[in-house]
């Protein structure tokens, strides 16, 4: 199950990338973090910002409310996400 932290309605949750994918897509759950695949490179931010807009779009969300909080330069980051709730996170990773 994704592990997410609620507070100042925000959810905090991890985030394992996997750069240079086919396509950007939720790829299920692994060791309490999201699973994301996505068709960027990790050169220059492209990676981060195409994991925003996914995530953004994915939860319904305005873009400038997703925020890599930590782990910018790592495949595992912490994500938060303004006006999300933990269930619509475990929902992209098929966990409800």
């Not at 305005?62 to 595992?76: F, N």
Request: proline residues 5%; contains cysteine; aromatic residues 2%.
């Amino acid at each position: 199950m994704i592990e997410c932290r609620e507070s100042g309605g925000a959810v905090t949750f991890r985030v394992r990338v996997a750069p240079r994918a086919a396509r950007t897509e939720a790829a299920g759950e692994h060791d309490g973090a999201l699973r994301v695949r996505v068709a960027a490179p990790p050169a220059e931010g492209a990676a981060n910002e195409e994991l925003v807009r996914f995530l953004a779009r994915a939860l319904g969300l305005p873009a400038s409310a997703v925020e890599v909080a930590a782990g910018r330069a790592s495949k595992s980051k912490l994500v938060r996400a303004r006006g999300a709730t933990p269930e619509q996170v475990r929902r992209l990773a098929g966990g409800g």
